[in-house]
């Protein structure tokens, strides 16, 4: 039995946000309690304002429901490390809202306890501008732990060691002196001096376990490059692709720039109204995005592989776009040009 009030009562308050509705006995059972311990928290929580309903059925149940009375949310670490690091990339790279997201991020920290304070502020000292171009979908995802630890790092100038893998799948173990985490292409990376190879490098988050700090401080190094974001940006749009794509763009390259939101490395002036636009990546459906976001004439060098994708999303677009009864056969061949 859960002999912690405190910490019981934040657990169910937890529980009860992630779902309309809950049975009396599974609160129980998920909190390891009696149900007489359940109904007495539930009283609690109506006494601190939070507005719980009871529901009727065979064995009740209760529901918290929202309102302008609602008190502050209770959060546990990990749920306010993520809260922070979502304010925090959303007030770089969100147009639009970044004023309103350092509002809330500055809020958010006036009433977290001090050590997940202190945490937030190194998690905000170390993340850099996102990098939006080329990647994945989706956004960034990471463990809060291990970005709470790097954050640390990074602030502190203090060496951690961790196990990587490489793109090639080989197990490798690092040692680093962190700089600074960056959200870019739909991942985290971090920014640190590889002591052995005595050289910057990025490593990917989803590729890294168990980071930890050595205790050791170092002074800190000066990045090769005018920001963090800009040197992931230059690390990524070098960096070997697994599909190679690349077109010639009747668009000035200004345009280009702005409609994909693409790094200077990738977007190559010709002269005033023509462009060459690197578009090699891991992902055939980004690569297809990405030319469809050019709104301009080109023509297309890529691996066959880009190729028959393109072909077989234009050939699909095709068929869901005939109107009804329309007897014209596809094409078989879609061009490689725009």
């Given at each position: 039995m859960t002999s912690d009030m405190p910490a019981r009562m934040l657990r169910l308050l937890s529980l009860m946000q992630t779902r309309r509705e809950w049975p009396g006995q599974e609160l129980a059972d998920r909190l390891k309690v009696t149900l007489r311990t359940v109904r007495r928290d539930i009283d609690r929580l109506r006494e601190l304002g939070y507005p719980v309903e009871g529901t009727t059925g065979p064995t009740g149940g209760y529901r918290l429901t929202s309102g302008t009375d609602m008190p502050p949310l209770l959060l546990d670490d990990e749920e306010a490390i993520a809260i922070a690091v979502a304010l925090r990339t959303a007030a770089s790279g969100v147009t639009g809202i970044g004023e309103t997201a350092l509002r809330a991020l500055a809020k958010l920290e006036q009433v977290l306890p001090a050590r997940l304070r202190t945490q937030v502020s190194a998690l905000q000292q170390a993340t850099a501008a996102p990098v939006t171009y080329g990647g994945e979908e989706g956004?960034?995802?990471?463990?809060?732990?291990?970005?709470?630890i790097?954050?640390?790092?990074?602030?502190?100038?203090?060496?951690?060691?961790?196990?990587?893998?490489?793109?090639?799948?080989?197990?490798?173990?690092?040692?680093?002196?962190?700089?600074?985490?960056?959200?870019?292409?739909?991942?985290?990376?971090?920014?640190?001096?590889?002591?052995?190879?005595?050289?910057?490098?990025?490593?990917?988050?989803?590729?890294?376990?168990?980071?930890?700090?050595?205790?050791?401080?170092?002074?800190?190094?000066?990045?090769?490059?005018?920001?963090?974001?800009?040197?992931?940006?230059?690390?990524?749009?070098?960096?070997?692709?697994?599909?190679?794509?690349?077109?010639?763009?009747?668009?000035?390259?200004?345009?280009?720039?702005?409609?994909?939101?693409?790094?200077?490395?990738?977007?190559?002036?010709?002269?005033?109204?023509?462009?060459?636009?690197d578009l090699s990546g891991g992902?055939?459906?980004?690569?297809?995005?990405?030319?469809?976001?050019?709104?301009?004439?080109?023509?297309?060098?890529?691996?066959?592989?880009?190729?028959?994708?393109?072909?077989?999303?234009?050939?699909?677009?095709?068929?869901?776009?005939?109107?009804?009864?329309?007897?014209?056969?596809?094409?078989?061949?879609?061009?490689?040009?725009?």
């Open positions: 956004g960034p995802q990471a463990d809060p732990a291990v970005l709470t790097l954050a640390t790092a990074c602030r502190d100038h203090e060496i951690v060691t961790f196990d990587y893998t490489t793109r090639h799948g080989t197990p490798s173990s690092r040692r680093v002196e962190p700089h600074s985490l960056v959200p870019a292409a739909g991942r985290w990376y971090l920014v640190a001096h590889d002591t052995r190879a005595d050289d910057w490098r990025i490593y990917r988050l989803d590729r890294m376990t168990g980071p930890a700090p050595t205790g050791h401080r170092v002074p800190a190094r000066t990045l090769p490059a005018p920001d963090p974001a800009a040197f992931v940006a230059a690390k990524i749009a070098t960096a070997p692709a697994r599909y190679r794509a690349a077109a010639t763009v009747h668009a000035p390259a200004v345009a280009i720039l702005a409609r994909t939101q693409g790094l200077p490395e990738r977007v190559v002036p010709i002269d005033d109204a023509t462009c060459t636009v992902s055939l459906p980004r690569i297809a995005q990405l030319i469809a976001a050019l709104d301009a004439d080109y023509t297309l060098d890529a691996d066959p592989e880009v190729v028959r994708y393109l072909r077989t999303a234009a050939e699909r677009t095709l068929r869901r776009t005939q109107p009804v009864g329309d007897s014209r056969a596809v094409p078989g061949r879609a061009d490689a040009s725009g």
